[in-house]
């Protein structure tokens, strides 16, 4: 089945820095999305991506599906600490609306 | 987009019970998804919920172990059986409300078993 490697797996940062996080697939992908899970809460989606080579913004938020349809990444400028959270990258596993998810990348953001 | 509401939201089980977590959203949607969590893992899907007939299971789930039902636009169950600590995890709704949109999810039932 359709894989996706994340990385990295976590983050430890400094507020203000930014951010950059990928993710490859062992196949092409039509659709990348990107979401954010706080404790105690389900992901919530920050930006989907439809196209390859497009470049989607949300706030600080930068997100761009890869030319080869196989990867994306996630870059997040000037951040703060409420950007703490699971960042996960997801897609369409095998169909057109069963999602498979990346394992994670963990924000840790010092105040 | 659609407000999921997932009732409980946590739980405390014993071994060898089962438990029915509810999926409620304010509007009619065309695809409702159960997936579990596992702690300090990603989200995995364990079935999608068919409106009227039986849930589509994907591999490593089983009807027997996750009973699930849906029997209108806006509700679905999912029932873990027959309960051991294995299944101490999030169990998440998602749902898809068409036209192309993405998949949004409840805030999870979280899950304890002793």
Redesign the interface.
Known sequence: GQQLNQSPQSMFIQEGEDVSMNCTSSSIFNTWLWYKQDPGEGPVLLIALYKAGELTSNGRLTAQFGITRKDSFLNISASIPSDVGIYFCAGPGGSNYKLTFGKGTLLTVNP | SAV?SQKPSRDICQRGTSLTIQCQVDSQVT?M?WYRQQPG?????IA?ANQGSEATY?SGFVIDKFPISRPNLTFSTLTVSNMSPEDSSIY?C?V?TGGGE???????T?LSIL
Do not use: A, V, Y
């Open positions: 999921i695809m998804f893992q990603s989200l995995t899907l999608t994907e998440l998602s898809e993405p998949q949004h999810f409840g805030d999870g979280r």
